[in-house]
């Protein structure tokens, strides 16, 4: 497979592909796409992906101070987000998401990381995170709550079944009205995106700079997403740039080098016997920080990209 690398396409400056197996879904089922890419013989895949990139970055954007407190005190804030959720499910105050928060957490540790198919709390830990990954970031790009419910509602895991089974309108504009009142940094950053393209003619990201310009008139969700996805995609390519530079291509054997680039994910083809200087490549080359926020990676390696 050698696909076309397209990477002035974007508005964003992430890199796409052709064919786009970018897009291939990681999931658990047993004919996964994702085994077809595989180490040569003798070599393994090395890879790193940036830890909640997308999360950390709305945080700083806005200055959310709940997420900018949870991410220094080491909260896991998926499972804060799905606390603030359940509390407006529940009718609780806002006092109570701490305490929901815990018993989220005691439920998602109370298996370890055992991962197993069927496992109830390993399922029921994937079901919190995903309702917060995919509610706050759809959130995040302005939807409104009979968009949220649309595109919530019509989700759907590998094997067709609904990823909300159950969801109903109410839930979703229960969710919206508990989110805001207790995010109010969100919908001040979005009018701020808004304020600032009038005045300056685009918006841009924090990192590089990159501009977009919305010449046919303003695009509420493209204009809030293109500086969360626009640094993103900055931080990831920088990664690139100095990845490419410590692993020359074919500078351990003919078949080593970049072979991944995929959103907040990197991956490098090395030697079996090379994994760990690898490792430690990545965990230099990586790794960002941006004013009082950390953009840690977590490393994973394996003989497929299945595996990591």
């Not at 592909?17 to 996964?32: D, I, K, V």
Request: aromatic share 10%.
């Amino acid at each position: 497979l050698h696909p076309i690398w397209k990477i002035h396409v974007t508005p964003t400056g992430r890199w796409s592909s052709s064919p786009n197996e970018q897009n291939w879904p990681s999931t658990r089922a047993r004919w996964n796409m994702r085994q077809m890419i595989v180490a040569p013989p003798g070599h393994i895949i090395v890879g790193a992906d940036f830890k909640a990139q997308e999360l950390r970055l709305y945080a700083v954007l806005a200055r959310d101070e709940t997420l900018l407190d949870a991410f220094r005190r080491k909260i896991e804030p998926h499972i804060l987000n799905a606390a603030t959720l359940l509390a407006g499910s529940l009718g609780k105050p806002a006092s109570e998401i701490s305490n929901l928060y815990d018993y989220i957490k005691h439920r998602t540790d109370a298996c370890g990381s055992c991962s197993r198919e069927g496992c109830l709390l390993c399922q029921e830990k994937e079901h919190w995170k995903n309702i917060a990954k995919r509610f706050v970031f759809l959130e995040a790009y302005e939807g409104q709550e009979e968009k949220l419910f649309s595109i919530m509602s019509a989700d759907r895991r590998a094997d067709g079944s609904r990823t909300f089974p159950g969801l109903k309108p109410s839930d979703v504009q229960t969710w919206h009205q508990v989110w805001h009142a207790t995010h109010p940094w969100m919908k001040q950053w979005q009018n701020n995106v808004l304020r600032g393209w009038r005045q300056a003619g685009h918006v841009s990201t924090i990192i590089d700079g990159r501009r977009r310009f919305f010449l046919g008139g303003p695009d509420g969700p493209a204009m809030s997403n293109h500086g969360i996805q626009g640094g993103a995609a900055s931080m990831q390519n920088r990664a690139i740039l100095k990845i490419a530079e410590a692993i020359p291509h074919r500078g351990w054997s003919d078949l080593s080098g970049l072979i991944l680039n995929v959103h907040d994910f990197a991956g490098v083809v090395v030697p079996i016997d090379r994994r760990r200087e690898a490792e430690k490549i990545l965990s230099e080359c990586m790794p960002y920080r941006h004013e009082d926020m950390d953009f840690p990676i977590d490393l994973k390696s394996g003989f497929s990209w299945s595996e990591v």
